[in-house]
């Protein structure tokens, strides 16, 4: 993603889209019991596209757990680029989020929760992402958050074991369809 620029306008925008994004992770994170930063929900969002792609065959196959845990093993709450932390803290807040430290061990327990939960959260997942994506100023660059996502989903199916490899594809081609990254 290209460097975040804080504007006047970035300010606004994230101010709107915050509690938008929130709302429709309120359930999800009410039932885990998994209340996140601005950066945190963030980074959490990049990841979900992977979790939308292992959930297309409704299970989690050997090949998909090592995915999994080597995106867990990757993230780091407190490498999150400072200009984009400092933009993300002029959007509201609740009290009480977890450290980063905490969700940096919790983050893999919660991918593969939503891998095999997908369809009780898909479509507050789905618009919680597609609101994400208007971070994504240049969409079509190849560096850029749609593309990475959509990189993301076929790499999962190319690595699938899933028995009917076609309805899988056809899954995941309607989950990057609602995205708007296809």
Known sequence: MESITITQEAIEEVQKLYPQIRSHLDKYMHD???LMSNSQIFIFLTYVPTALAISADKKVDEKELKILDQIAKSIDAN???LNLVELLSFASEPVGVMLNEEFNLRIGCELL???QNMEKYEDDFIEAVKLLLK???TPEADTSMTKT???F???????SLALDKQEELARVQSFKKRLGIV
């Open 32 to 34: 885990r019991e998994f």
């Open 79 to 81: 490498a999150l680029d």
């Open 113 to 115: 929760f939503i891998s």
């Open 135 to 137: 971070f994504d100023k």
């Open 149 to 151: 996502f959509s990189r």
């Open 153 to 159: 989903m076929d790499q999962i199916i190319e690595s």
